[in-house]
């Protein structure tokens, strides 16, 4: 993976610190609420942790649903 490939992911990605800050939570109660399914599914790239920030965005527009509401909100949305 190139640098510019690697920018434009770090731009497009969060970390557990920065998605929990975002949210304006801890980084534990982030973690917390990863682990009970309440916040969008991370992705791993590499050996590191992300969540995209338009699932992030969404989420909260959404009013906070749950990982699998969330993702059955997305399907819907894909299928009309």
Same mark, same amino acid.
């Given at each position: 993976?190139?640098? !510019?490939?690697?920018?434009?992911? !770090?731009?497009?990605?969060?970390?557990?610190?920065?998605?929990?800050?975002?949210?304006?939570?801890?980084?534990?109660?982030?973690?917390?609420?990863?682990?009970? &399914?309440?916040?969008?599914?991370?992705?791993?790239? &590499? &050996?590191?942790?992300?969540?995209?920030?338009?699932?992030?965005?969404?989420?909260?527009?959404?009013?906070?649903?749950?990982?699998?509401?969330?993702?059955?909100?997305? !399907?819907? &949305?894909?299928?009309?």
């Amino acid at each position: 993976m190139n640098t !510019q490939t690697t920018q434009t992911y !770090q731009t497009l990605t969060a970390t557990a610190k920065d998605a929990a800050k975002i949210c304006r939570l801890s980084k534990r109660s982030w973690f917390r609420l990863n682990s009970c &399914g309440k916040v969008p599914a991370p992705v791993k790239i &590499g &050996g590191s942790v992300r969540w995209r920030l338009s699932d992030i965005k969404l989420w909260l527009e959404w009013n906070c649903p749950d990982r699998k509401t969330f993702e059955a909100m997305q !399907q819907a &949305g894909e299928e009309k």
